[in-house]
Antibody, heavy 120, light 107 residues
Framework: EVQLVESGGGLVQPGGSLRLSCAAS????????MNWVRQAPGKGLEWVSY????????YYADSVKGRFTISRDNAKNSLYLRMNSLRAEDTAVYFC?????????????WGQGTMVTVSS | DIQMTQSPSSLSASVGDRVTITCRAS??????LNWYQQKPGKAPKLLIY???SLQSGVPSRFSGSGSGTDFTLTISSLQPEDFATYYC?????????FGGGTKVEIK
């Protein structure tokens, strides 16, 4: 079964750090680009970051640039998001999502999400 | 950055109704438009990619159309399991922005 499972969320104080993980199974992880997408409580979806299959191309939303770092370990079938200098507005469910193979880069597989709460 | 605007933000409909949701891009995105369904507490699910291509396993009552800046998601006959929030997303350029969502509720 094709699956993504996030972990690492939790409660952190403003200014703190957290590392999220996304474990992939059921497909050749190293062949797919990946993304992180977040959703604040009661709000819509917000794209956070992208990494290509090899890890050589990376993009960030302006709202997290300089604070978040995306990475991957293809040998471990895992995607990561290192989050530093966390703010209250970073509170959200964080999803990892696979980019569908082909030209039109839709997100075809999503994890169940992990909740990050930034609060003192 | 490209902005995506969905309308309406919510709608009430009955089982069996035909439902149409629109999405407009702030600049042309060709056919780089995707639609997702999200139920409460769940991850989004890809329904339509490339504006009109049905994702594998998605019922044929869902269809998408449009190109350029104006797009439509249609549910031909609303089923009980279709009550959810729907999002459009452009994949033409980075950042791949989502629309604000359309919540489909039971009338």
């Amino acid at each position: 079964e094709v699956q993504l499972v996030e972990s690492g969320g939790g409660l952190v104080q403003p200014g703190g750090s957290l590392r999220l993980s996304c474990a992939a199974s059921g497909f050749t992880f190293s062949s797919y680009s990946m993304n992180w997408v977040r959703q604040a409580p009661g709000k819509g979806l917000e794209w956070v970051s992208y990494i290509s299959s090899s890890g050589t191309t990376i993009y960030y939303a302006d709202s997290v640039k300089g604070r978040f770092t995306i990475s991957r370990d293809n040998a471990k079938n895992s995607l990561y998001l290192r989050m530093n200098s966390l703010r209250a507005e970073d509170t959200a469910v964080y999803f990892c999502a696979r980019v569908r193979a082909g030209v039109f880069e839709a997100f075809d597989i999503w994890g169940q999400g992990t909740m990050v709460t930034v609060s003192s | 950055d490209i902005q995506m605007t969905q309308s309406p933000s919510s709608l009430s409909a009955s089982v069996g109704d035909r439902v149409t949701i629109t999405c407009r891009a702030s600049q042309t995105i060709s056919s780089y438009l995707n639609w997702y369904q999200q139920k409460p507490g769940k991850a989004p699910k890809l329904l339509i990619y490339a504006a009109s291509s049905l994702q594998s396993g998605v019922p044929s009552r869902f269809s998408g159309s449009g190109s350029g800046t104006d797009f439509t998601l249609t549910i031909s006959s609303l089923q009980p399991e279709d009550f959810a929030t729907y999002y459009c997303q452009q994949s033409y350029s980075t950042p791949p922005a989502f629309g604000g969502g359309t919540k489909v509720e039971i009338k």
